[in-house]
Nanobody, 126 residues
């Protein structure tokens, strides 16, 4: 499956952005999707994940209550709605996909994902 992330940009602190991850090439409904981010000079970190059905999800504590992950099966798209943005949210955001055949249907571990998008830059100015 090919993933295309978009929606990044420059926003003031306290503002909102919605990232999109559009999939093509395979049956996207089989895949869980995770969002990860990497700030300059820092390691990649988990942000949020959603299972293939869209009824189970998990957030990093740093974004819980501010970010919302969702998916639109008809559009083969997963969204990350980001609100109350802070300067520390500045990073390149990546979406990733994988099939999880057992367990809870998603993972917080980046190395559990097989397919990655190219990343979209989010810059939050203070």
């Amino acid at each position: 499956v090919q993933l295309q992330a978009s929606g990044g940009g420059l926003v003031q602190a306290g503002g909102s952005l919605r990232l999109s991850c559009v999939a093509s090439g395979r049956t996207f409904s089989r895949y869980a999707v995770g969002w990860f981010r990497q700030a300059p000079g820092q390691e990649r970190e988990f942000v949020a994940t959603i299972n293939r059905n869209g009824d189970s999800y998990y957030y990093a504590s740093s974004v819980k209550g501010r970010f919302t992950i969702s998916r639109d099966a008809a559009k083969d798209t997963v969204y990350l709605q980001m609100s109350s943005l802070k300067s520390e949210d500045t990073a390149v955001y990546y979406c990733a996909a994988a099939v999880f055949s057992s367990g809870i249907g998603w993972s917080r571990a980046g190395n559990a994902y097989d397919y990655w998008g190219q990343g979209t830059l989010v810059t939050v100015s203070s």
